[in-house]
């Protein structure tokens, strides 16, 4: 996927700060989450380094007709103003059913008080409405695609 023509002058100043980068490497520019206030909550949880890890229902990619991202592939994370913050790399991802995400994973992800409690919590409402986005029914044993990531840019000021 090439990088959207909006984000083509961010995709410029990573790339001067990195160094060469196939294209090809380009997965996606995204904000995490389903609402804007989730969105800028979860992106400022990256740029502070707390979150490092993602997860997301694997319906939800058959449903748009992605693949699942691999390691090396590279994301522009977008606040809910739709704005570039930074670029991510994805250094792993496994699948596994919802009721088998662990507490150390929870914990990479960041969120609330990053206990496996709060996880499960969070994270089965909003798959729930991932879910009806799919046209499916969330479940302890859906398909949980858990992404581990690390910024490898974020512009500086100005």
């Keep these: 996927m090439p990088v959207p023509a909006p984000l083509a002058d961010f995709w410029r100043g990573f790339t001067a700060a990195y160094g060469v980068v196939d294209e ?9 989450g389903d609402s804007e206030a989730l969105a800028d909550e979860l992106a400022a949880l ?3 380094g707390r979150k490092r890890a993602t997860a997301a229902s694997v319906w939800s990619f058959e449903a748009r007709g992605a693949a699942l991202p691999k ?9 809910g103003a739709q704005q570039p913050l930074c670029v991510i790399e994805t250094e792993a991802l496994i699948v596994v059913p919802f009721r088998d995400v662990d507490a150390e ?3 990479t992800e960041g969120e609330g008080d990053g206990s496996l409690a709060f996880w499960r919590e969070s994270h089965s409402q909003y798959f729930s409405r991932e879910c009806v986005a799919a046209g499916r029914v969330f479940t302890e044993s859906m ?3 858990c992404e581990r990531f690390r910024v490898v840019y974020r512009p500086g000021p100005g």
Excluded at 24 to 32: I, K, Q, T, V, W
């Design 143 to 145: 398909p949980v695609a």
């Design 71 to 79: 390691p090396g592939d590279l994301s522009i994370v977008m606040n």
């Design 105 to 107: 994973f929870a914990a």
């Design 24 to 32: 090809a490497r380009f997965y996606e520019a995204f904000s995490f």
């Design 46 to 48: 990256v740029l502070s």
